[in-house]
């Protein structure tokens, strides 16, 4: 496996600390298949490398993430190696379109959320809808004060992002209010509601993030893996993967909805209601 990437960069910022950085910016780090492909391969090295005790996700420029790409064209699976059990990608109807997204978003971000070591996101901007699926599977999440979370997507007539841990995340109350109104929740309200934890200036949020990383790398790593995984395992046992499962189906529900009304997997419409209210 190489450490070249297109969409990603990985560094090595300090002693047992990897960094996977969003390298996107000029598209506000849009997701396409590439992006999500080799940022999995950077988590897979950082996992594999010995050094490495805790893993920092990061991104350039002024937003962590806009979610997926709704530019991109269709990918073809072929192009990309992928890491799970699914297949018939290329199959008619919605047993390809689910398959990739199964492979994809919720498998790759499954597979994130069990890395054996501890995960750091450093987050700026707007993390919107998609973007969620890559700080969500994180342990910790240190934000800059502009930073903030909304999935609008139910504008698309769909039920949310495909990772669907909004309740675990937010709360029920405040996932449906997300989810219901769209609306974008700001530093101070994540920070109140637990969502993160820690927020800090835009300018010391490398510094800040770096800092902690730096702080729990001292710790062993067996001891960090066994803690990791007894908090994993108590929010599996609130039923953390039935759940994500659950949503996962209703969301391709959504999907082949808007395929047969509209001919595509999201309702177009949407985009003039998030444009207009962004
Ligand atoms: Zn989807």
């Known amino acids: 496996m190489t450490d070249n990437f297109e969409r990603v960069r990985y560094e090595m910022p300090s002693e047992g600390v990897a960094r996977i950085v969003l390298a996107r910016p000029e598209a506000a780090n849009a997701q396409d298949y590439l992006m999500l492909s080799e940022l999995n391969d950077a988590f897979d090295l950082a996992a594999a490398d010995e050094g490495v005790r805790v893993i920092i996700l990061a991104a350039d420029g002024k937003h962590f993430s806009s979610g997926h790409d709704l530019s991109a064209s269709s990918p073809n699976m072929d192009d990309f190696p992928t890491v799970g059990t699914q297949c018939h990608f290329n199959a008619p109807g919605a047993e390809g379109y689910m398959a990739r997204e ?32 890559l700080v969500w599977p994180m342990d910790m999440i240190v934000a800059a004060e502009n930073v903030t979370f909304s999935d609008p997507v139910v504008a698309f007539n769909v039920n949310g992002c495909e990772y669907f841990v909004h309740p675990f995340e937010a709360g029920s109350r405040l996932a449906k209010e997300m989810l219901f109104t769209g609306r974008a929740i700001g530093a101070d309200e994540l920070l109140q509601r637990g969502m993160v ?3 800090v200036p835009e300018n ?18 067996f001891g960090l893996t066994l803690a990791k995984q007894s908090v994993n395992q108590a929010l599996d046992a609130m039923g953390m993967y039935n759940s994500l499962q659950s949503a996962f189906s209703l969301h391709h529900v959504g999907h082949s909805n808007n395929k047969e009304v509209h001919g595509m997997l999201i309702d177009p419409a949407g985009l003039k209601i998030v444009r207009d209210e962004a």
């Open 102 to 133: 199964a492979e994809m978003y919720l498998g790759l971000c499954w597979r994130w959320r069990n890395l054996p070591k501890p995960t750091i996101a450093q987050v700026q901007g707007k993390v919107i809808a998609g973007g969620l699926m």
């Open 197 to 199: 934890n820690q927020v």
């Open 204 to 221: 010391d949020l490398e510094q800040a993030t770096l800092e902690l990383a730096a702080h729990i790398a001292k710790r062993p790593m």
